[in-house]
């Protein structure tokens, strides 16, 4: 773990990645020791188990940033020198149990393997094209989000089901789902539902691969 540690926010951590385009403008900090180590043991088997990075020689693996937000979210971008950067919610550290927190960033890292990224920045060119022009015409990029959304949840679900370990498997992805049903009525939520299915329209997809 203290190999993991140092790789994932080495070289990377002095200066916090910038928030998604799509979120608030609000300063991302840098994480408290704390906050890597819950970070790094909950992200070492991942990134292992998936293949995404292998062990120092890989390299940076993940740049962290948390952002002073009490709601629960996170979100991956590309980075310069690592292979991906990460913001997490002070939120999502503080409340999350180490399975549904396992479980979150197995979700991102499916974005970042499904090729989401340039995706996304594609789309969001156009977008602001369409807004422009048509409100309609730009609401409709959101469904490509949402689809995104999905398969996220079935990359990361197989992912966790792959895991050795506390046995919770794809059930944890279940649980923070759950959670951010119950949760997903509180003003702070409704910007992230804009670009996201409903947690219970996820559930229902869930089903699928997660009985």
Not at 181 to 206: D, I, K, M, V
Request: hydrophobic residues 40%.
């Amino acid at each position: 773990m203290g190999a993991l540690g140092a790789v994932v926010l080495g070289g990377c951590e002095s200066a916090p990645p910038k928030p998604p385009a799509a979120t608030p403008a609000v300063a991302p900090r840098e994480a408290t020791d704390d906050e890597r180590f819950k970070v790094s043991a909950a992200l070492a088997p991942l990134l292992r188990t998936s293949g995404i990075w292998r062990g120092p020689e890989d390299g940076c693996a993940v740049a962290v940033g948390v952002l002073p937000r009490s709601n629960i979210n996170m979100g991956v971008a590309p980075h310069p020198e690592c292979r991906f950067s990460l913001l997490v919610t002070e939120g999502a550290l503080q409340r999350l149990p180490p399975e549904e927190m396992r479980a979150a960033l197995a979700h991102e890292l499916g974005h970042v393997e499904l090729g989401h990224f340039g995706a996304r920045r594609a789309r969001r060119q156009v977008e602001r094209g369409a807004m422009v022009q048509r409100g309609a015409q730009a609401a409709a990029f959101r469904a490509y989000d949402r689809e995104e959304e999905r398969a996220a949840d079935r990359w990361a679900a197989q992912l966790l089901n792959r895991l050795p370990g506390d046995g919770t498997r794809c059930r944890a992805l279940v649980g923070l789902l759950q959670r951010l049903e119950r949760e997903g009525q509180r003003p702070e939520y409704f910007n992230w539902l804009s670009t996201h299915p409903s947690p219970g329209a996820r559930l229902q997809a869930l089903a699928e691969v997660c009985p």
